[in-house]
């Protein structure tokens, strides 16, 4: 069925080096893409969208990268800080009007000293 | 500005009794949502509103789950009767109105026995 989803459940890098997390999506009808930061014991924030009409946004210190082609979504984090540690999702939303956010299974970014 | 608010932040329940949950989203925001997010899982959207109007509840088990936003400004999700998988974080989310940035509240943790 149609779904999002992460390829690497957990993720650990080095203090310093950058971060990518990977996404993949089903449904080419989306046209909005969203990534959030989840930390434990919080609800998920909004760290950067893009729309499908880009393939690149880039916010501070944070990268997303969409391949419409092979229907995969990727964050960047450069220069990865031990506050970046937490659960990362990738959500989708599918068609106009509808607004309706489906939400990967999300991976986990560790980050060692 | 004040975020999204929950309460309880955690609840638990023994199987078949009645639960409740209270979100107050942030003021003047007009879209409401429920998600339930399962351990390990992405948040799943329940139900959402707009002002006071169901806009989609195509998620929300019908049969034990309910959801009101009377005033078009609080809203409670209820269930009963509970059943063990429904032991989940519930998040509540606001946006200024449909397709707007999602601002998520902490959650309320529900444990059911």
């Known amino acids: 069925g149609e779904s999002v989803g992460l390829h690497l459940p957990t993720l650990s890098v080095q203090e310093g080096d950058n971060s990518i997390i990977n996404c993949a999506y089903s449904?080419?009808?989306?046209?909005?893409f969203i990534w959030y930061k989840q930390e434990s014991g919080k609800g998920p924030q909004f760290i950067i969208d893009i729309r499908s009409n880009m393939d690149k946004r880039q916010g501070q210190r944070v990268t997303v990268l969409l391949n419409k082609t092979v229907k995969h979504l990727s964050l960047q984090i450069a220069a990865t800080q031990p506050g970046d540690s937490a659960v990362y999702f990738c959500?989708?939303?599918?068609?106009?009007?509808?607004?309706?956010?489906?939400f990967g299974t999300g991976t986990r970014l560790k980050v060692l000293a | 500005e004040a975020g999204v608010a929950q309460s309880p932040r955690y609840k638990i329940i023994e199987k078949r009794q009645s639960v409740a949950f209270w979100c107050n989203p942030i003021s003047g925001h007009a879209t409401l949502y429920w998600y339930q997010q399962i351990l390990g899982q992405g948040p799943k959207l329940l139900i959402q509103f707009q002002n006071n109007g169901v806009v989609d509840d195509s998620q929300l088990p019908k049969d034990r789950f309910s959801a009101e936003r009377l005033k078009g400004v609080d809203s409670t999700l209820k269930i009963q009767p509970a059943k063990l998988e429904d032991s989940a974080v519930y998040l509540c989310?606001?946006?200024?109105?449909?397709?707007?940035?999602?601002?998520f509240g902490p959650g309320t943790r529900l444990t059911v026995l």
């Open positions: 989310a606001s946006s200024l109105d449909r397709g707007n940035e999602q601002f």
């Open positions: 449904n080419s009808a989306s046209d909005y």
């Open positions: 959500a989708e939303s599918r068609g106009s009007g509808t607004y309706k956010y489906i």
